[in-house]
Nanobody
Framework: QVQVVESGGGSVQAGGSLKLSCVVS????????VDWYRQREGKGRDLVSS???????WYTDSVEGRFSISQENDKRTVYLQMNSLETEDTAVYYC???????????????WGQGTQVTVSS
């Protein structure tokens, strides 16, 4: 079983900052990536940023230069530092750990419960 727990959401004014945390635990054979998604009200879930255990990083264009993803040395805690927040960043942010477990030999997503980020003008 894999557990994914996000924290750090909240309300902030435009231009402000928030830092989200994602803690991954459980019986993991290998980590593939840890991804941050967001879901705006009435919209689908979009990939925002991703980091691999080796440190390969990806950002969607709309957050490039404003958001920064990082991880602890144990690769089980991943952060998303969000600066210069805009009202369009308002969404529920989800962490997804793509991992291999003893029961599943392929990389599979395990999702957190989500954390609300609200940016006001």
């Amino acid at each position: 079983q894999v557990q994914v727990v996000e924290s750090g959401g909240g309300s902030v004014q435009a231009g402000g900052s928030l830092k989200l945390s994602c803690v991954v635990s459980g019986n993991i054979v290998k980590g593939c990536t840890v991804d941050w998604y967001r879901q705006r009200e009435g919209k689908g879930r979009d990939l925002v940023s991703s980091i691999s255990p080796g440190g390969t990083i990806w950002y969607t264009d709309s957050v490039e230069g404003r958001f920064s993803i990082s991880q602890e040395n144990d690769k089980r805690t991943v952060y998303l530092q969000m600066n210069s927040l805009e009202t369009e960043d308002t969404a529920v942010y989800y962490c997804a750990a793509r991992v291999v477990t003893p029961a599943n030999p392929d990389c599979r997503n395990y999702w957190g419960q989500g954390t609300q980020v609200t940016v006001s003008s």
